[in-house]
């Protein structure tokens, strides 16, 4: 299988920044998503990289090195909305067993103090 | 537009038993995929249909099996549940199956086996 591999809990201060950290094995990769999760419920989608560099969407953004086999989510100016779980996944391509679908990694809890 | 939705949200069943989870996508999308995911962990790959045609499996037992329907919703139906069963079993759809297709995720069936 394709190890997906990012912290299990990360603590921030309102108004901070954080960033998560994600790794994978690079070979047949696809396309990397982040999706945020709050307890309790479904993951919601945040962002999708397939291409090296950094995508922007308000607050959060997320960056990916295919080379490196790594990605990040930057969550910005912190709110304690975001205390939630992160969850990383990878898509690999039609060349590898994992066609189609999502590899999760276990997710970051994010808590967010005042 | 609703979003895609799961019944029934919870279900208390017990060992030996069999259970029918339903997911309908979101209107216009065409592939349903399945997820088992167990608490502190990400959420793991079970199916995928695409046009009513099975696209992927993940490493489940043949206990699990699931079909798609010709409006596209699907049932995801498991046999002879154990205990390790409990879990969010989460229904994703898409628009298709490619690459950069974002899956969105229903509210999730919980499961609990006694």
């Known amino acids: 299988g394709q190890n997906i591999d990012q912290p299990t809990e990360m603590t921030a201060t309102e108004g901070a920044i954080v960033q998560i950290n994600c790794t994978y094995q690079?070979?047949?990769?696809?396309?990397l998503f982040w999706y945020q999760q709050h307890a309790g419920e479904a993951p919601t989608f945040l962002s999708y990289n397939v291409l090296d560099g950094l995508e922007e969407k308000g607050r959060f953004s997320s960056f990916l090195s295919r080379s490196k086999g790594y990605s990040y989510l930057l969550l910005k100016e912190l709110q304690m909305k975001d205390s939630a779980s992160y969850l990383c996944a990878v898509r690999y391509g039609p060349a590898t067993d994992s066609w189609g679908k999502l590899q999760f990694g276990a997710g970051t809890q994010v808590v967010v103090t005042p | 537009d609703a979003g895609v939705t799961q019944s029934p949200t919870h279900l208390i069943k017990t060992r030996g038993q069999h259970v029918t989870l339903r997911c309908s996508p979101i209107?216009?999308?065409?592939?349903v995929s399945w997820y088992q995911q167990v608490l502190g962990q990400g959420p793991q790959f079970i199916f995928q249909y695409y046009e009513k045609e099975e696209r992927g499996r993940g490493n489940f037992p043949d206990r699990f099996s699931a079909r798609q329907f010709p409006n596209y919703s699907s049932e995801l139906n498991v046999n002879a549940l154990l205990l390790g069963d409990s879990a969010l079993y989460l229904c994703a759809s898409s628009l298709g199956t490619g690459g950069s297709e974002t899956q969105y995720f229903g509210p999730g069936t919980r499961l609990l086996v006694l």
């Open positions: 209107s216009g999308h065409k592939s």
């Open positions: 690079t070979s047949g990769f696809n396309g």
